[in-house]
């Protein structure tokens, strides 16, 4: 028995969002034999867009119950039977997260009409139920409402079985995939990605990338994009989900790098975390009229060299603040009130010693900034068993990254720069450096500082 399920929703992921209405079909392969629908109080306002979408509004769900109290009519609809549903897996996630939230559970076979239709009717433009509803002259007099959808995906149903040559049996096998797929990835290119280390895109059905990612099990990490807990696994997403491509880095190191610099490159629109954090403030050194060395924080702005870049200026403060502390400098000849570093558990007097002693504890406290400017390049595990990999700073910057064959060996920086792919540097960037630091065979370099170290950042 098939249990065809539509549901409407105040939004686009279960996480989130609340079911408005549900219809449910049974169907025994031949005929509809039972039928549930009721409109749901989601208990959380349902937003304009929606309403305009689904003619659902606040005023028709006030008075109509919630989904604990429908929870047990609901449930023994769907006991027993394959959950069917035109992109099955937002509504049973829907369903499921209702269920989880009462204390109970929802483990139920699913069939897909979007990826059966792709089987079983290959070559459409378009999978969408609308489309699919125009394409075979279904009749439906209440699109995106859940009992017109669901009557729709029924006769969409009925024309798969009559069709289907074993394509619904090997959708239900045990070890099976296709359940939990998106409903326009091929299971073919599900089932060709790699588990190794690197980078995947997730494109859109123009190619675009629309979403970034990296992981030391490509095929696991994309799978837990699937689950209904992924955070990135919105509804839009999902549906905009054609195709998947990757890059092998070898090393976790290095697709922490290429990811970083990936999603900087292409801004995909499900990529949020790294997209804009750059440097807005910079320490900066100057001595005043009377020859004190002084420190202060500033907006960075062209032509402008700081010490050290922030991503903001309470992360700029309070690196000064330990910078003071360590050093013991004079606060006031860093912007910072004494009567704030006395809060912040800073004792020490200020105008209390000679002009010589406080300018060789500045010079100290700057010396320890720029010998973070150093030249190095990390070593890491390379893409085959004869290769390695190597990330290149040069006096504090980021220059790139590359491979080489485990047999070669380094003279100088300049041959290490020679195998590299040159990519920007950003705050990200230094943070991932930072936390590989130790754990990576280092090789030191020795340059000549030429200027402010524009590759650090805090």
Known sequence: MYAIVDIETTGSSANYGKITEVAILIHDGKRVVDEYQTLLNPERVIPMNITALTGISNEMVRDEPRFFEVAKEIYQML??????????????????????????????????????????????????????????????????????????????????????????ANFLKKDSQEGFLPPHLPKATFDALPEFTGVYYFHDAHGEIIYVGKANNIKKRVKGHFSNTDVVYKQGLKDKLYDISYEECGDEMIAFLFESSEIKKHFPIYNKAQKFSNAKYGLYHYQDGKGFDRLSIGKKMKGTLPLIGFTSFDRARDYLIELVKKFELDPELCSLPASMMMYF?????????????????????????????????????????????????????????????????FDSIEDVKAIITRYPDTPDIQRIINQYYTKRKVIQFTTQVQEPNYGLFA
């Open 79 to 168: 006991e027993g039977n394959i959950f069917v549903a035109h992109n099955v897996n937002f509504d049973y996630s829907f369903l499921k997260n209702e269920f989880q939230q009462l204390g109970g559970t929802l483990n139920l076979k699913k069939l897909c009409t979007v990826r059966l239709s792709r089987k079983v009717f290959p070559g459409l433009k378009s999978y969408s139920l609308g489309n699919l509803c125009d394409h075979f002259g279904i009749a439906n007099h209440a699109r995106h409402r859940a009992m017109g959808d669901a009557r729709a995906t029924v006769e969409l149903l009925d024309l798969i079985i009559q069709n289907d040559e074993n394509h619904i």
């Open 345 to 409: 558990g800073y004792t020490i007097k200020t105008g209390g010693e000679g002009a010589t002693e406080q300018r060789e504890r500045f010079k100290k406290a700057i010396q320890s900034i720029k010998e973070n400017s150093q030249s190095f390049c990390l070593l890491g595990q390379g893409r085959t068993l004869t290769e390695k990999s190597v990330v290149l700073v040069e006096n504090g910057k980021y220059l790139g990254f590359g491979f080489f064959e485990n047999d070669m060996a």
